[in-house]
């Protein structure tokens, strides 16, 4: 007995032949579902961890397309590793096999634990490999800016009328170097970019402009489309591509080439943060090289959609690709059960996502303490911790310089790590967005701030960035994940340390989970 995938039920139906006789009265799903459930039965050791049922159950899955929809702290990593030790062990020649994961650290994190030589690469290193490294030279992130500022300062500068209509101003008396000093400019050069970016990663070409509805943006758009035209000039006059442009070229590659691939089997970890080009590029390598996707993540933690990023792709897998199961892997070994329901209960609030019941076996009584914002809370709070003898701390914030308001003369920052004078240990404070992927036992959330800078950030996109990047169906949809992810990191506790001005998100688990939150008084 084996797995059964589409391309074999196509063949099944095809031909009647002595397979088609044996199985014509038999339900194919029904078949895998019992070669599933015997597989499993067998014990499964991964990196000296034995997988539980549900991994198992992933792994064993072998269709075309399969979607693995796993929580927070369930052991996704080691899923991962177990499905390509896995093929290995079933036949598949490990240069047959391509991982793919967001980042240069993911990567480096995700080769460790694998003990085969199997290419782990990001999107944008595949792309180069597809596309050659002589071809082109890679260009500044810086580059953009340049030509945004090249254009304003050369086109803009001595048309009044325009800067006045940009900011929305009937007065003609302002100057450029008035204008480009207020707060209104900046926004402005940031949609611009931004624009542009999106634009890109969503593959789309130079010919979408002319299907857009302008009437609205039509003095905004018509400079962004100048600016997108001069980028591209200055791209192509200097033999450069920047990031987005290596997918799209990779993929133009593939279709005109159609380069000899050898991958069986794609694997792509933190699905949840694919961009439609990305996707496009998988799916030409799978045009050519006939490849099996497996595809791992948690719509519930896709929070990168300020990049391109697109969680309908996760959400309505079934949609994009042909011949594709869905599969959810749902005990956490992290989070205790008290944490989940709260944690899930606030995320689910949302229901465009994959709905998924999470279980632990951890038991944990209030893992949600709330503690008063006061003049050097954060000493007090360390040193309450220390006196429990926690060590393993995490700080977390929205932003970048959250911290800042927390510090005083007692701590040193060096980057990412937090010195605190009263103690021997070194704290590390990251962004939400930043700690995606790791767990400490004890997390302490700050900012929690009902502010426009604060979490939510109610800070809003501008309206004519939903031409091409899909606006939020749920208020605050994801500054609700990135919370949701914060929540999730602890092996313990979390720590909310809570201002007068609270966060509508701190409130609302307030009223929703009093069951399993604590105030401290400390």
Not at 303 to 313: E, L, V
Not at 320 to 345: C, E, F, G, P
Not at 365 to 384: A, E, G, S, T
Request: charged share 30%; proline share 1%; glycine share 4%.
């Amino acid at each position: 007995m084996h797995y059964i995938d589409y391309n074999e039920r196509k063949l099944i139906y095809k031909y009647n032949n002595k397979i088609y006789r044996k199985l014509k009265d038999m339900d194919i799903n029904l078949h895998n579902k019992r070669y599933i459930k015997k597989e499993c039965i067998k014990n499964l050791l991964v990196n000296g961890y034995e997988l539980d049922k549900e991994q198992k159950e992933a792994i064993y899955t072998d269709e075309i397309n399969t979607l693995v929809v796993a929580g927070a702290g369930s052991g996704k990593t080691l899923t991962i590793v177990g499905k390509i030790e896995y093929l290995i062990n079933s036949g598949i020649d490990e240069r047959e096999i391509l991982c793919i994961s967001l980042t240069n650290d993911a990567c480096n994190n995700l080769s460790s634990k694998i003990k085969y030589n199997v290419e782990v690469l990001t999107f944008h290193k595949l792309a180069l490999n597809i596309i050659g490294y002589d071809k082109y030279k890679i260009c500044s992130s810086k580059m953009l800016n340049y030509v945004v500022d090249e254009y304003f300062e050369s086109i803009i500068y001595n048309n009044k009328e325009m800067i006045c209509t940009l900011l929305g101003l009937s007065n003609k008396k302002i100057t450029y170097t008035s204008f480009i000093k207020t707060k209104e400019f900046n926004s402005i050069k940031q949609t611009i970019i931004t624009f542009i970016s999106l634009f890109k990663a969503n593959g789309y070409s130079v010919d979408y402009f002319c299907k857009l509805d302008v009437k609205e943006y039509h003095n905004l758009l018509s400079i962004i489309v100048d600016i997108y035209i001069l980028y591209y000039k200055e791209l192509k006059s200097q033999n450069l591509i920047d990031f987005d442009d290596m997918l799209s070229i990779a993929i133009e590659e593939i279709r005109s080439h159609g380069l000899n691939l050898k991958y069986k089997y794609i694997i792509i970890d933190e699905f949840q943060d694919t961009s439609l080009v990305k996707l496009n590029l998988i799916k030409a390598i799978q045009s050519v090289a006939h490849s099996k996707l497996f595809v791992v993540g948690d719509d519930f933690q896709s929070i990168y959609k300020f990049t391109g990023c697109n969680i309908d792709i996760f959400v309505n897998f079934e949609s994009y690709v042909k011949y594709a199961k869905t599969v959810k892997i749902t005990h956490t070994y992290r989070n205790s059960q008290q944490l989940v329901d709260v944690a899930s209960s606030f995320v689910l609030k949302n229901k465009h996502q994959i709905y998924k019941h999470i279980v632990s076996n951890k038991k944990r009584h209030k893992p949600i303490k709330l503690v008063h914002y006061q003049k050097d809370i954060l000493d007090k709070l360390l040193n309450y911790l220390n006196s429990k003898k926690e060590t393993d701390i995490l700080l977390l914030g929205r932003n970048n310089n959250d911290i800042n308001k927390y510090l005083n003369d007692n701590y040193k920052r060096d980057g990412d790590c937090i010195k605190y004078n009263h103690s021997d240990q070194d704290i590390k404070y990251l962004t939400v967005h930043r700690s995606k992927g790791l767990e400490c036992d004890c997390v302490v959330l700050l900012n929690l701030y009902d502010d426009i800078m604060g979490f939510p950030c109610k800070i809003k996109d501008a309206k004519v960035l939903s031409l091409i990047n899909k606006e939020d169906r749920f208020l605050f949809e994801e500054e609700r994940r990135l919370f949701y992810v914060a929540l999730t990191r602890t092996k313990k506790d979390i720590y909310l340390i809570c201002p007068l001005n609270m966060s509508i998100f701190v409130k609302e688990i307030i009223r929703d989970s009093k069951n399993h939150i604590e105030w401290l008084d400390i």
